[in-house]
């Protein structure tokens, strides 16, 4: 009989159909003095963070995940493909001094600074749920803005139909780009996109911060996407530059695998990752009893009010 229950090892991670890739093209040879993350949860550096304010908008109805665990168990493949790694390898990232640019189809592009980050607009909370097409999900209180707010300030031409973003490229700080095994055979810089319908959606947020303190380096800093409809992939860490265009860009994860990693990536139960179910998810660390909890997954990761968004598109062949 199929087991129904997964474990954390039936549910195969995102870098395994690569490391399955490269061996096959015979690249990504270790060097010799790469440090090989281990594969604990590290002890997370914490102190680098500063207190945030932000407005508390959402009553918070669900259990938040531990913060060490948020911080602990990330996925940042510039840092390393293991969950660990980034807390570990990302302890000395430097995220201070820090520009973002806003251009492409705008009839005014925009340069923000740090301070812009922090203070140009309204933060507010948000207790998210987090969903990772791993089939691990993560409840988050987010810091941030809506994405919405920034767009508006650059006015996007009539040709604007997506909004593209792009993490910091600095192979002398980010190991992964350095490595190409270490990096899970990423082409960098890393890609995300929305279409701009999904980018002025209310619930995508950029997001400064979390347990109302600045993002740690691991977590994405000092800006990264936060889309909780879709899988964490689209959720891009530090990103340096966003612009609005008139073509759907090809992003990082559908280029290196299109039949897993679909440009939509909402999350759908009713449609597997070609490796593993999506029917149910691994709830992380709330601790005790409930600890390795799994749930069943819900249509938009429970986000009913983004249907709309997609109506007459098939979402089976638009994974
Ligand atoms: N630049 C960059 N952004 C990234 C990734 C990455 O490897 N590099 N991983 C993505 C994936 S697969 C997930 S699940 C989320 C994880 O976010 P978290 O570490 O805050 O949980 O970040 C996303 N953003
Ligand atoms: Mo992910």
């Known amino acids: 009989m199929k087991k129904q229950i997964l474990t954390e090892n039936d549910v195969t991670p995102e870098d395994v159909f690569l490391n399955r890739r490269k061996f096959l093209i015979g690249v990504g040879a270790v060097s010799g003095n790469m440090i090989l993350p281990n594969t604990s949860i590290a002890n997370p550096v914490i102190d680098r963070r500063k207190p945030l304010n932000a407005i508390k908008d959402t009553p918070n109805t669900l259990p938040l995940t531990p913060e060490n665990k948020v911080i602990g168990y990330n996925n940042f493949y510039e840092f390393g493909v293991d969950k660990g790694s980034p807390a570990q390898y990302a302890k000395n ?28 607009y309204p933060l507010q909370e948000r207790i998210y749920r987090f969903r990772c097409v791993e089939a691990w999900a993560m409840v988050i209180p987010w810091i941030g803005f809506e994405l919405k707010a920034l767009l508006s300030d650059v006015n996007p031409t009539s040709n604007a139909k997506y909004v593209i973003f792009e993490t910091l490229y600095d192979p ?30 209310p619930l995508t947020l950029l997001s400064v911060g979390l347990y109302g303190k600045t993002l740690s380096p691991q977590s994405g800093a000092p800006i990264r996407l936060v889309v909780p409809w879709k899988y964490g992939f689209k959720s891009i860490k530090s990103i340096v530059k966003i612009r609005l265009s008139a073509t759907r860009p090809l992003t990082t994860w559908n280029k290196l695998a299109p039949q897993e990693y679909g440009f939509y990536a909402n999350v759908n139960p009713n449609v597997p990752h070609p490796r593993w179910s999506q029917a149910s998810e691994r709830i992380i660390g709330r601790g005790g009893l409930f600890d390795n909890k799994r749930q069943p997954t819900l249509l938009f990761n429970g986000y009913d009010e983004v249907a709309s968004l997609y109506n007459g598109l098939d979402l089976k062949v638009n994974y």
């Open 93 to 120: 990232f430097k995220t201070d001094p820090w520009k973002v640019e806003i251009t492409g189809e705008v009839q005014t592009p925009l340069t923000l600074d740090l301070d812009d980050l922090y203070h140009r």
């Open 172 to 201: 002398e700080q980010m190991p992964g780009q350095k490595n190409y095994f270490f990096g899970g055979g990423i082409e960098y810089p890393y890609i995300e996109g929305l279409t701009i319908a999904e980018a002025m959606h």
